[in-house]
C-alpha cells in the first residue's frame, strides 16, 4: 500500500485533511503521515512508479544514491518542523508547511523533467503561503516577488525541458551539457532557486518575511531541491566552480551590516550554498560527496539557526540586533541551542560542518583549484563572523537585554534540542553521515594537521572579534535597509517602466492635442467657408465629410485600443 | 547557572578562554607537523593569520559598504 506512492506524495495529499482537525490532532496525524513517507524510502534502488500519458512517461518515483540522502534529511527537517511548530494554531501555516515539504519530497523522486516540474511548481503555490501568512503590507508584497521569480524559474525549466527533449528525445532527469539552448534554460532555472549571484535577490526578501515557523521551513527545502537538481544534472560543470565561489564570497560582506537577524541567516544560507555549488562544479566523487554532505548537515544546521532565531522573534516580538541582546538569562536552552549551530555552521571540530565542509575543500585542493580554495577559505572565516559570532552575540549577549522574556515554548525547544543532538551527533561519528553519501568515503577527517589548522584559522579569526569589540572598532547594528539585487527590480526597473510609461503618455498627449487643433482648424475652415458661400448643399456635403473623418477616426482608436 | 552570570564575566571569561586556546595552538604548531590541503597551507601559522586578517577584512569591507548599500529602514515602504 505504501509503495504505490511515491515518497512525500502521501504528505502532500495527507496535508489536505489538515484544515479539518483541531489543533493537538494535527500535529499527531502529520508525524503519522510523515512517518509513513520514511517508511517507503527504504526502497531498493531503482524506477518504482512510471505514469504513461500521451506517449510520454512520467516517471513518479525513482530512487538512488544521490535521491537517498536528501530524502532522509528532508524528512528530519519536515519532523523537525512539526514539533517547532506545535504551539502555532494557525492550520493554513501547518497545510502549507507539511504540503510544501511533500511537495519537495516527491519532486526529488521524479525521474524525468516534466515530473519535476510538476512538483517543482507544487512546492511554490504550497510555500508561498507561509509568506503570505504573516499579514502585512511587508510581506505579501514580498510574496508576490517570490511568486514571480519561482514561476519564472518554473517557465525557464519548462521550456529548457521543452526544447532538450524534442532535440534529444529523451526527458530522463541526467547529465547535461550547456551545449544547446535548452540546457541553458534549464540551468538558468536551477540557479534562480539556487540563488545564484544576481538571481539571489528573492531569497533574502522572502524569507525573512514569513512566519516565524515558516522561515524555518522555507530555508530546508527550496534551494537544496535546486541543489539536487544541479547535482543530478550539471555535476562537473565548470562554470558552476566560479559561480558557487563568488556565492560563498559575496553575501559574507552584505551579512555584516544587516539588521535583520533571520536576514543575516539568509545571507549565510546563500553562502553555504555556494560551497556546496563549487563541489558539484568539481563534480569528482569526493567532491560531490562534499556537496551532498554539507546539503544534509547545512540543512539540520541552518534550520536550527532559523529556529533559534525564530525563537527570539515569537518571545520578544522583533528580529532586529540592534533591539536586542542579553537573552541568555531568559532562554537558556535557545542560547546553548543557537551556539551549537552556530559552532557547526561555523566548521569547528566534533560538530557536523567540519565534517561536511571537509570532503569540499579536500575535493577542491585535490582538483588542483588552489586560488578557489583560499576564496573558501576566506569565505569560512565570514560564515564564523555572520553566523558564528553575529547571530550569537547580537541575540544572546551583546549588551544587556532590554526586555523579560521566557524560554521558547516546549515544542520549540524539542526541536532545537533535536537539531542540536543531530549537529553533535554526526560530529563525533561522521561514519553515520557518510555511510548515507552516493560514493564509497575514503577519507579520515580528524587528523592532529586537519583539526589544528581548522581551530587555528577559527579561534584567531575569534580573536579578531574580540580585539575589535575591546578597542571599539567593530560597527554597531543600525537600524536600515540593506540594498541587495532585488533593488534592481524592486526600484531600477519600477522606475525605468514608469518613465517609459510616462514619456509614451507624454507623446500620446502631444500628439492628440496637435490631431485635436488640426481637426478644429479643418472644422473652423470649412464653417468659414459654408458661411461665406451660403449653399446649403456644399455645406450637408462638407459636414459629411467632417462626420466620416470623425467616425473613422474613433474606429481607429477602437482597434488600436481593443 | 547561565542566569547569575553577568555579560561583563561572560565576556571576560570568553576572552581568556580564547587566548588561552590561542597559545595552545600556537605550540601545537611546532609540536606536530601540520600541514594543509595545499602548499600554501604549510607557511607556519598560515591558518592563524589568514583567519584573523580575514576577520578584520570582511569587518572593515562590510563599513565601506554600508555606505554604498545602506538605506533608511523604510526605504522600500515608502
Redesign the interface.
Known amino acids: 500500500m505504501i509503495n504505490s506512492f511515491p515518497p512525500g506524495l502521501l504528505m502532500l495529499l495527507g496535508g489536505l485533511a489538515i484544515p479539518f482537525l483541531p489543533h493537538h490532532t494535527r500535529q499527531i496525524w502529520m508525524i503519522l503521515i510523515l512517518i509513513l513517507s520514511a517508511i517507503s524510502i527504504n526502497v531498493d534502488h531503482g524506477v518504482h512508479i512510471v505514469f504513461e500519458l500521451m506517449n510520454y512517461e512520467f516517471i513518479f518515483w525513482k530512487s538512488d544514491s544521490l535521491s537517498m540522502p536528501f530524502a532522509i534529511v528532508f524528512h528530519i527537517a519536515a519532523a523537525l518542523n512539526i514539533f517547532y511548530g506545535w504551539h502555532e494554531k494557525d492550520w493554513k501555516q501547518h497545510t502549507s508547511a507539511f504540503t510544501y515539504a511533500g511537495a519537495a519530497i516527491t519532486a526529488l523522486h521524479a525521474g524525468d523533467f516534466l515530473t519535476l516540474f510538476l512538483f517543482w511548481e507544487f512546492t511554490v503555490l504550497t510555500s508561498v503561503f507561509l509568506i503570505l501568512a504573516s499579514n502585512n503590507n511587508r510581506a505579501t508584497s514580498s510574496a508576490i516577488r517570490y511568486l514571480v521569480m519561482q514561476f519564472t524559474s518554473g517557465a525557464l525549466l519548462i521550456a529548457g525541458a521543452a526544447y532538450y527533449i524534442s532535440v534529444t528525445g529523451n526527458s530522463e532527469l541526467t547529465l547535461l551539457s550547456l551545449d544547446n539552448p535548452g540546457a541553458w534554460f534549464i540551468f538558468l532555472s536551477f540557479g534562480i532557486k539556487a540563488a545564484f549571484p544576481l538571481l539571489n535577490g528573492w531569497l533574502q526578501d522572502a524569507y525573512p518575511e514569513a512566519t516565524v515557523i515558516g522561515t524555518v521551513a522555507l530555508s530546508a527545502f527550496t534551494t537544496k531541491l535546486a541543489i539536487y537538481a544541479l547535482a543530478r544534472t550539471f555535476a562537473g560543470t565548470e562554470y558552476l566552480i566560479y559561480i558557487g565561489v563568488i556565492m560563498t564570497a559575496f553575501p559574507v560582506f552584505f551579512a555584516v551590516i544587516e539588521n535583520d537577524l533571520r536576514r543575516v541567516l539568509s545571507y549565510s544560507l546563500n553562502n553555504q550554498l555556494g560551497f556546496m555549488v563549487v563541489g558539484i562544479g568539481v563534480g569528482t566523487e569526493m567532491a560531490l560527496n562534499g556537496a551532498v554532505a554539507h546539503a544534509f548537515v547545512h540543512i539540520i544546521y541552518k534550520s536550527l539557526l532559523f529556529m533559534s532565531m525564530g525563537a527570539v522573534l515569537y518571545r520578544v516580538g522583533t528580529i532586529k540586533a540592534s533591539e536586542l541582546g542579553g537573552l541568555y538569562k531568559y532562554m537558556p536552552v535557545t542560547t546553548v541551542c543557537c551556539i551549537i549551530g552556530a559552532m557547526s555552521i561555523s566548521a569547528f571540530p566534533l560538530f557536523s560542518g567540519f565534517v561536511a565542509k571537509s570532503l569540499i575543500m579536500v575535493g577542491v585542493a585535490e582538483h588542483g583549484l588552489i586560488i578557489i580554495y583560499l576564496m573558501l577559505l576566506f569565505a569560512s572565516a565570514g560564515v564564523l563572523e555572520h553566523s558564528g559570532i553575529k547571530i550569537p552575540y547580537f541575540a544572546f549577549f551583546g549588551h544587556e537585554s532590554k526586555v523579560k522574556t521566557k524560554e521558547a515554548p516546549i515544542g520549540m525547544v524539542i526541536a532545537m534540542v533535536f537539531a542540536a543532538f543531530l549537529c553533535l551527533l554526526i560530529g563525533f561519528i561522521p561514519s553515520l553521515l557518510f555511510s548515507l553519501l552516493p560514493y564509497e568515503v575514503d577519507y579520515k577527517v580528524y587528523t592532529p594537521s586537519h583539526v589544528i589548522g581548522q581551530m587555528q584559522l577559527l579561534i584567531f579569526a575569534i580573536l579578531a572579534f574580540i580585539f575589535l569589540i575591546r578597542f571599539k572598532l567593530y560597527p554597531p547594528e543600525i537600524p536600515s535597509t540593506v540594498l541587495n539585487f532585488d533593488w534592481f527590480y524592486r526600484i531600477f526597473l519600477y522606475k525605468l517602466i514608469n518613465s517609459i510609461i510616462k514619456v509614451l503618455f507624454k507623446i500620446w498627449e502631444i500628439f492628440s492635442l496637435n490631431f485635436i487643433n488640426s481637426i478644429k482648424f479643418v472644422y473652423s475652415k470649412i464653417q468659414n467657408n459654408s458661411i461665406q458661400s451660403g449653399n446649403s448643399a456644399v455645406k450637408v456635403g462638407r459636414s459629411t465629410v467632417l462626420i466620416l473623418f470623425s467616425l473613422g477616426f474613433v474606429l481607429i482608436c477602437n482597434y488600436l485600443l481593443f | 547557572m547561565?542566569?547569575k552570570l553577568s555579560?561583563k564575566k561572560?565576556?571576560k571569561w570568553?576572552?581568556l578562554i580564547?587566548?588561552f586556546?590561542?597559545a595552545l595552538?600556537i605550540i601545537?604548531?611546532f609540536v606536530?607537523?601540520?600541514?594543509?590541503?595545499?602548499k600554501?597551507?604549510d607557511i607556519l601559522?598560515f591558518?592563524?593569520?589568514?583567519?584573523?586578517?580575514?576577520?578584520?577584512f570582511?569587518?572593515f569591507?562590510?563599513?565601506l559598504?554600508?555606505k554604498l548599500?545602506?538605506?533608511?529602514?523604510?526605504?522600500?515602504?515608502k
Open positions: 547561565m542566569q555579560l561572560i565576556g570568553f576572552s580564547i587566548l586556546v590561542c595552538l601545537a604548531e606536530f607537523h601540520r600541514y594543509g590541503e595545499t600554501t597551507e601559522l591558518p592563524a593569520f589568514f583567519g584573523f586578517l580575514a576577520f578584520i570582511i569587518v569591507a562590510g563599513v559598504l554600508r548599500v545602506m538605506r533608511k529602514e523604510d526605504y522600500y515602504d
